[in-house]
């Protein structure tokens, strides 16, 4: 048997060794001398590009875009919803009124959004320190379009808010908020006070009644306040078509998908956000990008009730992150090389002098990227994972990788959960109770979803109490009163669009996957023969399951 080649820049693997942290809001060592330039970051940085909403999943590098571009522009901002004071919002008695009514918070919503990105724009481009600042930007503007009878409108909402540019943003949406409020006591003051008093009085009011107090909320909260902001973002366009020597200004918006505001109002919130956005295109210099979790958007489709609002629709301003093999072992080397260009100067460290062995008869990098969903946050993790067990090595060994894929897998299966429980509540119940108990990774539609055991799953399920929108209890509820393969399959679409599983369609198609192919598989989609399901590699050493299959 042939000795295998004979490295040529042999390495000691060090306790404590990492190429960077999972998450990129804590990644500096290594996000910026190591970023990869791929199509979605031109994207992003290119003014005429209507990509907007940076779409994708955990760890799959929006924040590292927006830092990115943070760093490389010259005149930024970044918008933290934390700083917002959206509780404000979310705590009004006069809108918790109005919202369990049923009027439209829609318009409000895009209302607040509309005059935060205004008003930040005006800060960012005029360079609002101070009151002072503030004032002399508005005296500009008005002596600018003094005799414009079209922008009068626009003007006057500037003149309002002339003051203010530079106060912080929590108290411009509560100014805003507290406005609106105001006026909607004026018109429905005691219908509120019997509110606060508690009782349900809203449940105990007739749908008459109900309709009643919409229609005369619908002048308060109407489309006349967008059309007044709409006029502002027509004359801030204008004012950046005039000016010479362009700039280019970018707001940033991230950390959505965290708990800024209560989740009865955010995902409706994020919806008045992207909505907004458009309107924006205008401003030719401006480019507004927000990062939004694929599952926090899927929250949103769901919270919605405007059948308007699709995706679908929404795609051109969508930016979607999507790696190859090719720039993930572009990132991992550069990483690699950062780890221990201090400690080595002879030649440049990469992937392939620290992982040498073949693993299961594959590739190294070939073996660890089948067992990811094809984004940075699990191969840094995985190689991390691999550089823990190898303390005090020259290497990672095949069999070290091996034990290290035991501990990713079970990482990535509770990140899994953490990741979409909100979108799909249930979902923890499918990875480890369902999946957990599967024997084998690749199995037939039929026994992957044996009858008895969904007439189980179905009445355990229907048992509970509904948490949210959640799709698989409403198809337990009708699984548990007209039996059909509708359950089964509906376990089949959460768990293949979580990422969770690979399902073949037809016998000669491969598996697809959500995160390769199409990211939704509806469940009109699964036909009754002829299914195949594929537990993902990643989590079948966490599943303890394990396949002789090649790469497909």
Same mark, same amino acid.
């Given at each position: 048997?042939?000795?295998?080649?004979?490295?040529?820049?042999?390495?000691?693997?060090?306790?404590?060794?990492?190429?960077?942290?999972?998450?990129?809001?804590?990644?500096?060592?290594?996000?910026?001398?190591?970023?990869?330039?791929?199509?979605?970051?031109?994207?992003?940085? /290119? &003014?005429?590009?209507?990509?907007?909403? +940076?779409?994708?999943?955990?760890? %799959?590098?929006?924040?590292?875009?927006?830092?990115?571009?943070?760093?490389?522009?010259?005149?930024?901002?970044?918008?933290?919803?934390?700083?917002?004071?959206?509780?404000?919002?979310?705590?009004?008695?006069?809108?918790?009124? @109005?919202?369990? +009514?049923?009027?439209?918070?829609?318009?409000?919503?895009?209302? @607040?959004?509309?005059?935060?990105?205004?008003?930040?724009?005006?800060?960012?481009?005029?360079?609002?320190?101070?009151?002072?600042?503030?004032?002399?930007?508005?005296?500009?503007?008005?002596?600018?379009?003094?005799?414009?009878?079209?922008?009068?409108?626009? $003007?006057? *909402?500037?003149?309002?808010?002339?003051?203010?540019?530079?106060?912080?943003?929590?108290?411009?949406?509560?100014?805003?908020?507290?406005?609106?409020?105001?006026?909607?006591?004026?018109?429905?003051?005691?219908?509120?006070?019997?509110?606060?008093?508690?009782?349900?009085?809203?449940?105990?009011?007739?749908?008459?009644?109900?309709?009643?107090?919409?229609?005369? $909320?619908?002048?308060?909260?109407?489309?006349?306040?967008?059309?007044?902001?709409?006029?502002?973002?027509?004359?801030?366009?204008?004012?950046?078509?005039?000016?010479?020597?362009?700039?280019?200004?970018?707001?940033?918006?991230?950390? #959505?998908?965290?708990?800024?505001?209560?989740?009865?109002?955010?995902?409706?919130?994020?919806?008045? @956000?992207?909505? %907004? #956005?458009?309107?924006?295109?205008?401003?030719?210099?401006?480019?507004?990008?927000?990062?939004?979790?694929?599952?926090? !958007?899927?929250?949103?489709?769901?919270?919605?009730?405007?059948?308007?609002?699709?995706?679908?629709?929404?795609?051109? =301003?969508?930016?979607?992150?999507?790696? %190859?093999?090719?720039?993930?072992?572009?990132?991992?080397?550069?990483?690699?090389?950062? !780890?221990?260009?201090?400690?080595?100067?002879?030649?440049?460290?990469?992937?392939?002098?620290?992982?040498?062995?073949?693993?299961?008869?594959?590739?190294?990098?070939?073996?660890?990227?089948?067992?990811?969903? &094809?984004?940075?946050?699990?191969?840094?993790?995985? $190689?991390?994972?691999?550089?823990?067990?190898?303390?005090?090595? *020259?290497?990672?060994?095949?069999?070290?990788?091996?034990?290290?894929?035991?501990?990713?897998?079970?990482?990535?299966?509770?990140?899994?959960?953490?990741?979409?429980?909100?979108?799909?509540?249930?979902?923890?119940?499918?990875?480890?109770?369902?999946?957990?108990?599967?024997?084998?990774?690749?199995?037939?539609?039929?026994?992957?979803?044996? %009858?008895?055991?969904?007439?189980?799953?179905?009445?355990?399920? =229907?048992?509970?109490?509904?948490?949210?929108?959640?799709?698989?209890?409403?198809?337990?509820?009708?699984?548990?009163?007209?039996?059909?393969?509708?359950?089964?399959?509906?376990?089949?679409?959460?768990? =293949?669009?979580?990422?969770?599983?690979?399902?073949?369609?037809?016998?000669?198609?491969?598996?697809? *996957?959500?995160?390769? /192919?199409?990211?939704?598989?509806?469940?009109?989609?699964?036909?009754?023969?002829?299914?195949?399901?594929?537990?993902?590699?990643?989590?079948?050493?966490?599943?303890?399951?394990?396949?002789?299959?090649?790469?497909?």
């Amino acid at each position: 048997m042939a000795k295998p080649e004979r490295r040529t820049n042999p390495v000691l693997l060090k306790p404590g060794m990492t190429i960077g942290a999972a998450a990129a809001e804590v990644d500096d060592d290594y996000l910026i001398p190591c970023f990869v330039q791929y199509p979605p970051v031109e994207q992003c940085l /290119n &003014m005429n590009s209507r990509g907007t909403v +940076i779409d994708g999943r955990t760890g %799959s590098g929006k924040t590292a875009i927006l830092k990115y571009v943070a760093h490389s522009v010259e005149h930024s901002c970044e918008i933290d919803p934390f700083d917002m004071s959206m509780s404000y919002v979310s705590n009004s008695d006069v809108l918790s009124f @109005l919202h369990a +009514i049923g009027a439209d918070l829609d318009l409000l919503f895009q209302v @607040l959004w509309k005059h935060v990105l205004c008003i930040e724009f005006i800060r960012l481009r005029f360079s609002i320190k101070d009151e002072t600042s503030s004032r002399g930007v508005f005296s500009w503007i008005a002596d600018k379009f003094y005799h414009d009878a079209r922008r009068n409108k626009a $003007v006057a *909402y500037l003149r309002e808010w002339e003051g203010k540019y530079w106060i912080t943003m929590d108290q411009n949406i509560k100014e805003l908020t507290e406005k609106i409020e105001n006026a909607v006591k004026a018109e429905l003051g005691v219908e509120i006070e019997k509110f606060k008093l508690g009782g349900q009085y809203d449940k105990r009011l007739s749908v008459d009644k109900k309709s009643e107090f919409v229609h005369r $909320v619908k002048k308060i909260i109407s489309a006349e306040q967008l059309s007044e902001l709409g006029a502002v973002i027509d004359l801030l366009s204008e004012l950046e078509a005039d000016a010479t020597g362009h700039k280019h200004y970018y707001i940033l918006i991230d950390r #959505l998908d965290e708990s800024w505001v209560d989740a009865s109002v955010r995902f409706k919130l994020i919806r008045g @956000l992207i909505e %907004s #956005l458009k309107a924006f295109r205008k401003i030719r210099d401006l480019k507004i990008l927000v990062a939004a979790r694929s599952d926090v !958007l899927e929250r949103v489709v769901q919270e919605t009730k405007d059948l308007t609002f699709q995706r679908e629709k929404l795609e051109d =301003y969508f930016v979607q992150l999507k790696w %190859s093999k090719g720039l993930l072992k572009d990132l991992v080397d550069r990483r690699i090389t950062q !780890l221990f260009k201090k400690q080595y100067t002879q030649g440049q460290i990469t992937f392939d002098d620290v992982f040498p062995h073949k693993v299961s008869g594959m590739a190294p990098f070939d073996y660890m990227i089948e067992r990811t969903l &094809m984004r940075p946050r699990d191969i840094i993790a995985f $190689v991390n994972e691999c550089l823990n067990e190898s303390q005090g090595k *020259y290497e990672v060994t095949a069999t070290i990788l091996k034990k290290a894929e035991a501990q990713y897998s079970s990482k990535r299966l509770t990140n899994l959960e953490q990741e979409w429980q909100s979108a799909f509540p249930s979902v923890g119940r499918l990875l480890t109770g369902f999946l957990g108990s599967k024997r084998k990774p690749l199995l037939p539609f039929e026994d992957f979803c044996p %009858s008895k055991e969904m007439d189980d799953m179905a009445l355990s399920i =229907y048992s509970e109490a509904k948490r949210g929108f959640d799709p698989l209890h409403e198809a337990a509820e009708a699984h548990c009163f007209s039996p059909s393969l509708t359950f089964a399959k509906t376990v089949v679409s959460i768990l =293949y669009r979580v990422g969770a599983i690979g399902v073949k369609l037809e016998t000669s198609a491969p598996h697809q *996957y959500s995160y390769l /192919n199409h990211p939704l598989l509806r469940v009109a989609q699964i036909p009754d023969e002829n299914v195949s399901i594929r537990i993902h590699p990643m989590l079948q050493a966490a599943l303890r399951v394990s396949e002789t299959l090649k790469s497909e």
